[in-house]
Antibody, heavy 118, light 110 residues
Framework: EVQLVQSGAEVKKPGESLKISCKGS????????IGWVRQMPGKGLEWMGI????????RYSPSFQGQVTISADKSINTAYLQWSSLKASDTAIFYC???????????WGKGTTVTVSS | EIVLTQSPATLALSPGERATLSCRAS??????LAWYQQKPGQAPRLLIY???NRATGIPARFSGSGSGTDFTLTISSLEPEDFAVYYC????????????FGQGTKVEIK
């Protein structure tokens, strides 16, 4: 079964750092782009960026460039999303999703809820 | 950046009725457009890709059409499980540059 398993919910304080993960299984992880999507409370989906794990080619939405870092470790089939200094406005659910051969998100993780509050 | 505008924001219909959702792009995206369904507390699910192709396991009552800047998702006869939020997404460039989602259309029970 093709699946993406995301790390668990996080509660952090403003200014703290955070790295969440997304582990793929059931397919050749290095050979498919993995994207990250933000969903703020009660809001829609926002495309954050994407990485090709085989060579770590990474692209960011201008809205998220410089705000987060996307990375991957193909040796353990895992992609990451990290923040160096969280803000309250980073409170959201973050989904990872595999891009199929046509470039669309056909397999999704269940999401990681990040809560940033003092 | 290509902006996708979905309409209406909310669609109130009864089971068995036909639903027609619209997605308009600020610039042409050819047929590089997908539709996703999201139910409360769940991750989105891919319904339609390349404007008109149903993803694996998606019922035939879901269909997509359009090209360029105007796209439509049609649900021919609403089932109770179809009441959800629907998003369009464009991937007009490859390798990926900036891909975007529409703001969503909520299909609710009338």
């Amino acid at each position: 079964e093709v699946q993406l398993v995301q790390s668990g919910a996080e509660v952090k304080k403003p200014g703290e750092s955070l790295k969440i993960s997304c582990k793929g299984s059931g397919y050749s992880f290095p050979d498919s782009w993995i994207g990250w999507v933000r969903q703020m409370p009660g809001k829609g989906l926002e495309w954050m960026g994407i990485i090709f794990p085989d060579n770590s080619d990474t692209r960011y939405s201008p809205s998220f460039q410089g705000q987060v870092t996307i990375s991957a470790d193909k040796s353990i089939n895992t992609a990451y999303l990290q923040w160096s200094s969280l803000k309250a406005s980073d409170t959201a659910i973050f989904y990872c999703a595999r891009q199929n051969n046509w470039g669309y998100m056909d397999v999704w993780g269940k999401g990681t809820t990040v809560t940033v509050s003092s | 950046e290509i902006v996708l505008t979905q309409s209406p924001a909310t669609l109130a219909l009864s089971p068995g009725e036909r639903a027609t959702l619209s997605c308009r792009a600020s610039h042409g995206v050819s047929t590089y457009l997908a539709w996703y369904q999201q139910k409360p507390g769940q991750a989105p699910r891919l319904l339609i890709y390349n404007a008109s192709n149903r993803a694996t396991g998606i019922p035939a009552r879901f269909s997509g059409s359009g090209s360029g800047t105007d796209f439509t998702l049609t649900i021919s006869s609403l089932e109770p499980e179809d009441f959800a939020v629907y998003y369009c997404q464009q991937r007009s460039n490859w390798p990926p540059e900036v891909w975007t989602f529409g703001q969503g259309t909520k299909v609710e029970i009338k």
